[in-house]
């Protein structure tokens, strides 16, 4: 085996030279071993559905993770595509509670403290009309509805979203309580939440 000989080369770039040295080879090794790791990788995990290792792709565990959450609630989903899940601690509930009946916002004028219902519904009996799970109460509260005189938010005054799930899981949390003298259901309330 000759040894080699570093030839310098005949081009130039700023009055810079530039040898013509070979890399070593451990160096070249590790740099061919990480693009076959890479492409192994790449049809590994996102390319098959049960590859060698024996799972499924990103995809796949991203729907089967979905499907999960959505079998466990399954009224749960739909406010803006997430899976919407109710606060049931005492200290959620609590500052859903203070919101709902305090001044910022106006829930208690037409719903009563109580949730019994004055001019808006009666939100402790079992038939709502715009929908029963968390996110579709999140929805309404959001929207609001003007034409029935229930601006967006109760008031107008925007929620954060944190905020917005704890009233919801309070008017959910009282669904059952029988206030005293609630508003009479409504005959076009017609969609039982039991």
């Not at 208690?108 to 715009?130: A, S």
Request: aromatic share 10%; charged share 20%.
């Amino acid at each position: 085996m000759t040894p080699h000989r570093d030839e310098l080369l005949d081009h130039e770039a700023d009055g810079i030279r530039e040898f013509d040295n070979a890399l070593p080879r451990w160096w070249l090794y590790g740099f061919y071993f990480t693009i076959v790791f890479g492409a192994a990788y790449l049809v590994n995990y996102h390319l098959l559905s049960s590859p060698f290792m024996g799972h499924r792709t990103l995809a796949e565990d991203y729907k089967a993770e979905v499907a999960l959450a959505e079998a466990a609630h399954p009224r749960a989903r739909g406010f803006g595509g997430r899976t919407i899940v109710a606060y049931t601690d005492a200290a959620n509930l609590e500052k859903g509670s203070a919101i709902f009946n305090g001044q910022r916002n106006l829930c208690h004028t037409c719903h009563r403290k109580d949730l019994g219902g004055v001019i808006g519904p009666n939100l402790t009996d079992n038939r709502w009309l715009h929908g029963c799970s968390a996110a579709e109460l999140m929805q309404n509260v959001t929207s609001g509805f003007p034409q029935k005189g229930m601006l967006p938010f109760g008031s107008g005054q925007r929620l954060s979203d944190d905020e917005l799930l704890q009233v919801v899981s309070y008017v959910l949390s009282k669904r059952g309580s029988q206030p005293a003298n609630p508003k009479a259901t409504e005959p076009d309330r017609d969609r039982d939440c039991q």
